[in-house]
Every structure is written in C-alpha cells, then in structure tokens.
C-alpha cells in the first residue's frame, strides 16, 4: 500500500546543532507540505513544494529549509536548532487534481535542549 | 484577524450525544472547507470536504457550509467512544494548494 513516512520519529538534539527530518511518500504526489504543531498555535505551515526542484516558504519558513531532488522525498532542515523550534513535526502529501484531500505522516517529536 | 478561527474546546460529552463543532473565516475567496480528525500522537486525517453551501451528510457525520455567514461547522450524531479525538477545520483558496487550519478542538467522548 502507498504510504507517507517520516524519520526519525523522535529526535533529541542541542541548540545550534544541524537537524535534518526525512520524509518519504510512495503516491508519486506531486504536492508536498512541512507543518508543526504547537499547543494553543495548531498546524502551521512550513514549506511546500509542487513539483521536484520548486519548494516555497510557508507562514513560520525562518530557521528551516527544504529541497526536493526527486517525486517522493521533502526532507526538512534546521539549519541551526533553537529550543522555539522544539515541535511536533508533520509531512504530508496531496495530488494535484485533489489538492483538498492531504495524507499526513506519523509526525516527527523534536525536541532542542 | 487570523483567516480562519476555531471554538478551542475542549469539549466531553457522554456516548450518544450531538456534538456541534464550529470554524468560521475571514476571506470569501475561499473553496474548500475540509474536517480533519487527529487521533493523540497520530497525523490528522480527512473525515469530510465540502464546497458547496448547505449539508454533506457521510454516515453519523454532517459538514455544513454557510458561505453568506462564512462559517462551517461539523455535526457528529450519536458520539462514541472512537470519535474522542481532535477535530481540526482547514480551508482552501482557489487555485492553491495550500491548507489553512483552524487550532482544532479537542473532544472527548465518556462512557
């Protein structure tokens, strides 16, 4: 079955430090989209792509980044953790012709000491 | 003005109940109203999409859409035990694929 995965699914690590999620989905989804998820915010959107080689900034895009080199695969950089970007952390996918309906993953729980 | 507004919840309410939740938003422009329902430490999922005013009935479920008034809200008949979760508005501009969420409500079911 066609699915979206993200890794890891728990991630401790130290301000400053470099973090990379991984996200990964078999649909062959041209759209795919970077959230958090923060108590008393709801889901915010990261960064998204359409397509491979185009990424755009979404609302809370500072402090992250993203490239798309192939269909199946967002991966999502902190290019230096801070303890505010201490989340929870979800992929998701749509098609284009569908774009209403998004397939999240499992979420990724960061937390930045 | 935040596009689109959520009642935060939380809400508990016994097993066979009727349970309202409600979003409203800001900009008219708007095309699809979807309800997403989050499981505790799960991703959310779509429950309903709708884009036309009135009601969009899919078993124990209804959407509905006031696009006069800007509000849609989710009608959810004789709860259970399983509906306990939270439930998370999102709204669609034409010709975007972007999502805008609502903080969600969170909603527990009792015995």
């Known amino acids: 079955d066609a699915e979206i995965t993200q890794s890891p699914r728990h991630k401790i690590t130290e301000t400053g430090r470099q973090v990379t999620l991984a996200c990964h989905q078999t649909?062959?989804?041209?759209?795919m989209f970077w959230y958090r998820q923060d108590l008393g915010h709801g889901l915010r959107l990261i960064h998204y792509?359409?397509?491979?080689?185009?990424?755009n900034k979404g609302e809370v895009s500072d402090g992250y980044s993203v490239s798309r080199s192939n269909t199946e695969d967002l991966p999502l950089t902190l290019e230096s953790a801070a303890s505010s970007q201490t989340s929870v952390y979800f992929c998701?996918?749509?098609?284009?012709?569908?774009?209403?309906?998004?397939?999240f993953g499992p979420g990724t729980r960061l937390l930045v000491l | 003005q935040k596009e689109v507004e959520q009642d935060p919840g939380p809400l508990s309410v016994p097993e066979g109940a009727i349970v309202s939740l409600n979003c409203t938003y800001s900009?008219?422009?708007?095309?699809?109203f979807m309800w997403y329902r989050q499981y505790s430490r799960k991703g959310p999922e779509l429950l309903m999409y709708t884009y036309s005013s009135g009601n969009k009935e899919d078993g124990r479920f209804t959407a509905q859409l006031n696009r006069a008034s800007q509000y849609i809200s989710l009608l959810i008949r004789d709860s259970k035990l399983s509906d306990s979760a939270t439930y998370l508005c999102a709204i669609q501009g034409a010709g975007s694929y972007q999502l805008t969420f609502g903080k969600g409500t969170k909603l527990s079911v009792i015995p």
């Open positions: 649909w062959n989804h041209n759209n």
């Open positions: 900009n008219s422009a708007f095309q699809y």
């Open positions: 998701a996918s749509s098609e284009s012709d569908r774009a209403e309906t998004q397939y």
């Open positions: 792509s359409y397509g491979v080689h185009d990424t």
